[in-house]
T-cell receptor, first 114, second 110 residues
Framework: DTEVTQTPKHLVMGMTNKKSLKCEQHMGHRAMYWYKQKAKKPPELMFVYSYEKLSINESVPSRFSPECPNSSLLNLHLHALQPEDSALYLC?????????????FGSGTQLSVL | SQQGEEDPQALSIQEGENATMNCSYKTSINNLQWYRQNSGRGLVHLILIRSNEREKHSGRLRVTLDTSKKSSSLLITASRAADTASYFCAASGGYQKVTFGTGTKLQVIP
């Protein structure tokens, strides 16, 4: 199984809502990533978890809250988002998070904030 | 920022022709990767070239890396309509940090 599964595929939320994005992989990878991608732009790194510990936070606003309950799961909790947060949110994993590893991406969650 | 610049931003070719995309980056790297993305989908890893390598092949893909010029190129030979996608280079300069370039949108016309 070389898949990274993200749910939901599409999400529409109001600025006062709380929602969560989910990501799952069963490849035994120990590093997991959240990227944000605006239309016609490259993916931008948000967070990295390594062995279930947060190792990189790219100065992301606190309205985005990541969680890694176990080595297979990664969540992104969303609260009080702004319309400019509308984007494709991509989850990725890699074997251990060291250099010279390729990333495996999910298909993403297309988020619209109204 | 490690973010790379890619050119061209968009490329339209006929099926069977070769497509070349270029990437420049700013600081020293451990490796340079290339990914492909179909519209609104996740990215798929194509090839990784390490900083001590100059050229690498994988099927119809050929990647070169020139660390002195901080640049890389991706050549797709004998293109097919199914190659239509956006292609991103990704620089890895630090532990766990992979930073993507601006991307080239390739259209292959049947």
């Amino acid at each position: 199984d070389t898949e990274v599964t993200q749910t939901p595929k599409h999400l529409v939320m109001g600025m006062t809502n709380k929602k969560s994005l989910k990501c799952e992989q069963h490849m035994g990878h120990r590093a997991m990533y959240w990227y944000k991608q605006k239309a016609k732009k490259p993916p931008e790194l948000m967070f990295v978890y390594s062995y279930e510990k947060l190792s990189i936070n790219e100065s992301v606003p606190s309205r985005f809250s990541p969680e890694c309950p176990n080595s297979s799961l990664l969540n992104l909790h969303l609260h009080a988002l702004q319309p400019e947060d509308s984007a494709l949110y991509l989850c990725a994993s890699s074997r251990s998070g060291t250099v010279n590893e390729k990333l495996f991406f999910g298909s993403g969650t297309q988020l619209s904030v109204l | 920022s490690q973010q790379g610049e890619e050119d061209p931003q968009a490329l339209s070719i006929q099926e069977g022709e070769n497509a070349t995309m270029n990437c420049s980056y700013k600081t020293s790297i451990n490796n340079l990767q290339w990914y492909r993305q179909n519209s609104g989908r996740g990215l798929v890893h194509l090839i990784l070239i390490r900083s001590n390598e100059r050229e690498k092949h994988s099927g119809r893909l050929r990647v070169t890396l020139d660390t002195s010029k901080k640049s890389s190129s991706l050549l797709i030979t004998a293109s097919r309509a199914a190659d239509t996608a956006s292609y991103f280079c990704a620089a890895s300069g630090g532990y766990q940090k992979v930073t993507f370039g601006t991307g080239t949108k390739l259209q292959v016309i049947p």
